[in-house]
């Protein structure tokens, strides 16, 4: 990987063409009976109808100690095969959203049996792009922009695309498998638990030499009911007349991204410095102090004045909060933020450890009593969450941490992924996102979102590079 030299990319040369070769559509292997029912949206699901698809890949490598040669006919009827089979415990996916409306109410919902549903599958070529030309550049290369399906759409769009869409790039020397799901569907936990389910269902097909075990049981099946409040739902009737009064296709102006990364003996240190400003030992966690460390550093580049109130949104999973707790395999969204806020001054004036007790207490005083009010409340009064009304300098957003899911045991035959990375679907200046680091232990990267000045100050902001670590190899 490159060092952290300032790179923008006005003077990057355009990336290498990306050339479709088919394309088709991946129905379940078979529809379940449930699939018949339609699969009625929660408040957590419909206040990111105006939001984007959840656009994530992995990056592998082609492996070269095959014993006998793999064509990539056997490798994508392989990944039909299986995805088509992981669809059946995944059947929504497969669905489109629909929408009801009569002089009485307008609700939306999953019609998991719609006779044009089914996952798009897509088979693309990188003709001269490899690993390294992905991985070595200081910021995230535009081509991986081109190994996505849907960029630019919004969730509402799942009413006439597919709500899950795959795209296999191949390149020189790796594969790239791109996912955009609809974030109507579900939340990161559930995208990866699919991601999960589809990489094992794949090696059970390769380790069983073809035979049909269509009956495959996997680890962990998902949990497909949606959870509503005691005496509310299942249909949540919207406040509106059409769709126009609170679709927000917003585009974001021009940011740099790029990956840093923090090694778990980074993350300690970073700890232990925040508990001991605080005289404490154990209080604050090393996830709610890289945080602290992003807001401080993110407003200082960004030269916010500092008498500027500024908020720091946390997302957290909600499953656990819940009483009774919803099972990690709860496929949907469940997910809310915390928003420590402070004065610019004060949060820069006083020590990193100050800032990290705001946001361990934004998060521990998130609980089933503040869960279980915003939900009733949302659907008292919903509000279709409005992307643009973020992006503000006093705002910074994070999302991920701690990174709980389990990316890199994704082998589709190929071996361990070497990088994960996303499009540019829910990105915009000031939006960072954790991933789990790819040698484990704790470690982790975080996809920063900032405009070129601001990328280019906290690039030399020394608090936050000492910090930083050099990423381990991956190729």
């Keep these: 990987m ?5 790179a923008t990319t006005t003077t990057t040369p355009p990336p290498p063409w990306v050339r479709e070769v088919s394309k088709c559509i991946i129905k379940p292997l078979r529809i379940p009976e449930a699939a018949k029912e339609p699969c009625y949206l929660t408040s957590w699901d419909l206040s990111v109808l105006s939001g984007s698809y959840i656009q994530t890949g992995l990056l592998f490598s082609k492996p070269s100690d095959q014993k006998e040669p793999t064509t990539m006919t056997s490798i994508l009827d392989t990944l039909k095969d299986s995805l088509s089979r992981t669809l059946v415990h995944f059947y929504p996916l497969a669905g489109r959203l629909a929408t009801h409306k009569d002089d009485d109410s307008y609700y939306i919902y999953i019609d998991c049996n719609n006779p044009t549903g089914g996952a798009e599958f897509v088979h693309a070529v990188a003709a001269t792009a490899t690993l390294e030309d992905l991985l070595s550049p200081v910021d995230v290369p535009e081509i991986l922009r081109s190994f996505f399906l849907y960029t630019g759409t919004v969730n509402h769009d799942g009413h006439n695309l ?19 799901l609809n974030h109507v569907v579900c939340d990161g936990t559930s995208f990866w638990h699919f991601f999960n389910t589809w990489s094992e269902i794949t090696r059970s097909r390769l380790s069983s030499s073809g035979t049909n075990n ?6 962990n099946p998902p949990i497909l009911k949606r959870w509503f409040p005691e005496g509310l739902g299942p249909i949540i009737n919207l406040p509106y007349s059409d769709s126009q009064n609170f679709i927000d296709r917003f585009t974001p102006p021009a940011f740099r991204e ?8 980074s993350m300690a240190k970073l700890k232990a410095k925040a508990n001991q400003d605080c005289d404490t030992t154990d209080k604050i966690s090393s996830c709610q102090s890289l945080c602290a460390l992003l807001w401080r550093c993110v407003m ?3 030269r916010v004045p500092s008498d500027k109130t500024t908020r720091c949104l946390i997302t957290i999973g909600d499953r656990e909060k819940v009483d009774p707790p919803l099972s990690k395999y709860y496929l949907g969204n469940c997910v809310s933020t915390v928003m420590p806020t402070a004065e610019v001054g004060e949060l820069l004036n006083r020590e990193l450890g100050w800032a990290a007790m705001l946001c361990n207490q934004a998060i521990s005083a998130h609980n089933n009593e503040v869960v279980m009010k915003k939900v009733v409340g949302w659907i008292k009064s919903p509000a279709i969450r409005k992307l643009g009304r973020l992006v503000d300098n006093t705002f910074l957003v994070i999302g991920g941490i701690p990174p709980s899911f389990d990316a890199y045991g994704n082998d589709f035959g190929w071996g361990k992924p070497v990088a994960i990375r996303r499009a540019v679907a829910i990105k915009f200046d000031g939006r960072i996102s954790a991933y789990p680091g790819r040698e484990g232990g704790g470690g982790l990267d975080l996809m920063c979102c900032l405009s070129s000045e601001a990328m280019g100050a906290l690039e030399s902001d020394e608090e936050f590079m000492s910090f930083v670590s050099p990423p381990p190899p991956a190729i």
Excluded: M
Excluded at 2 to 6: E, G, H, Q, V, Y
Excluded at 258 to 265: A, D, I, P, Q
């Design 214 to 219: 269509s009956d495959f049981i996997i680890s």
């Design 300 to 302: 200082r580049a960004r």
């Design 2 to 6: 490159a060092s952290s030299t300032l």
């Design 162 to 180: 597919p709500l899950l869409g795959i795209q296999i790039t191949e390149l020189v020397d790796g594969y790239f498998i791109a996912c955009s």
């Design 258 to 265: 790029r990956v840093f990364h923090f090694s778990s003996e």
